[in-house]
Nanobody
Framework: VQLQASGGGLVQAGGSLRLSCAASGRTFSNYVVGWFRQAPGKEREFVASIRWSGGGTWYANSVKGRFTISRENAKKTVHLQMNSLKPEDTAVYYC???????????????????WGQGTQVTVSS
């Protein structure tokens, strides 16, 4: 499966951005699609993920209530709506996909084998 991330940019604190992850290739029925981010000098961290079939979602505590992950079946695209952005949200954001993940596995980037290129999100104070 190939993933293409888009939608990053520069925004002021309190603003919003929507990231998109478009998938091509095989069907997605058994996949979990996740968003991770990595700031300079920091580890890659989990942001949110969604199960393609059934739509179950998971969020990092740091983004709950501000970010919303959703899927658009017809376009095989996953969106990450980011509201009330903070300077600490600044990072390169990556989307990833993997089949066969159970709930306890979705937040660990090591469990994903399919990655898109990153998209930079910069939040100014």
């Amino acid at each position: 499966v190939q993933l293409q991330a888009s939608g990053g940019g520069l925004v002021q604190a309190g603003g919003s951005l929507r990231l998109s992850c478009a998938a091509s290739g095989r069907t997605f029925s058994n996949y979990v699609v996740g968003w991770f981010r990595q700031a300079p000098g920091k580890e890659r961290e989990f942001v949110a993920s969604i199960r393609w079939s059934g739509g179950g979602t998971w969020y990092a505590n740091s983004v709950k209530g501000r970010f919303t992950i959703s899927r658009e079946n017809a376009k095989k695209t996953v969106h990450l709506q980011m509201n009330s952005l903070k300077p600490e949200d600044t990072a390169v954001y990556y989307c990833a996909a993997q089949s066969g993940l159970i709930a306890s596995m979705v937040s660990r980037h090591e469990n994903y084998n399919n990655w898109g290129q990153g998209t930079q999100v910069t939040v100014s104070s």
